[in-house]
């Protein structure tokens, strides 16, 4: 299911045209059904249902003055937007779910940049014992303290802690 959600993120970023993309579920420019699509074809549950029955939120949403901001996701992603791109699947009767979030910034050339580039996303660098030390953050340039990543994984998911380093 990780794998799954991960490759369902990325099918959204090779679809990701500036300009063109939207946020909405549906239409030829959703970034939506094109990781909809991934998971819909690519796994099955227990019982042989298509995992996309098991993509049950949204894929993004705006990031801004808050956390989730709101906006018409209808229009074209261009420069200056900031939104994110977190696909998932939950399977309630197997107890298991997986949700890969992250945050994207489209530059004013139309280039799409992973802000949390540098935060650990794949299998094996979110495994149970996986430490990250020193992850430096760059935001518009800008070195931001250095932190200490700690990831923890347990059967009620994933919790990232980060702590400042020591200067």
Not at 73 to 88: D, Q, R
Not at 111 to 127: D, F, G, N, Q, R
Not at 138 to 144: A, D, K, T
Not at 148 to 156: D, F, K
Request: with cysteine; glycine share 10%.
């Amino acid at each position: 299911m990780w794998v799954g959600s991960t490759r369902a993120q990325q099918a959204a970023i090779a679809a990701f045209q500036p300009g063109k993309s939207t946020l909405r579920r549906e239409g030829a420019n959703s970034l939506y059904k094109a990781a909809y699509d991934y998971i819909n074809s690519h796994g099955k549950d227990l019982h042989g249902k298509p995992l996309g029955d098991y993509f049950i939120h949204g894929l993004s949403h705006y990031v801004g003055l808050n956390v989730h901001d709101a906006g018409d996701y209808s229009v074209p992603i261009g420069p200056g937007m900031v939104f994110t791109i977190e696909p998932g699947i939950y399977i309630p009767e197997e107890n298991l779910g997986v949700r890969i979030e992250d945050m994207f910034y489209v530059d004013k050339d139309g280039k799409l940049v992973k802000l949390t580039a540098a935060l650990p996303s794949t299998a094996e660098e979110v495994s149970p014992s996986s430490t990250t030390s020193f992850v430096n953050w760059r935001i518009n340039g800008s070195l931001v303290k250095p932190c200490n990543l700690r990831v923890s994984v347990n059967s009620c998911g994933m919790s990232l802690a980060a702590t400042q380093s020591p200067e």
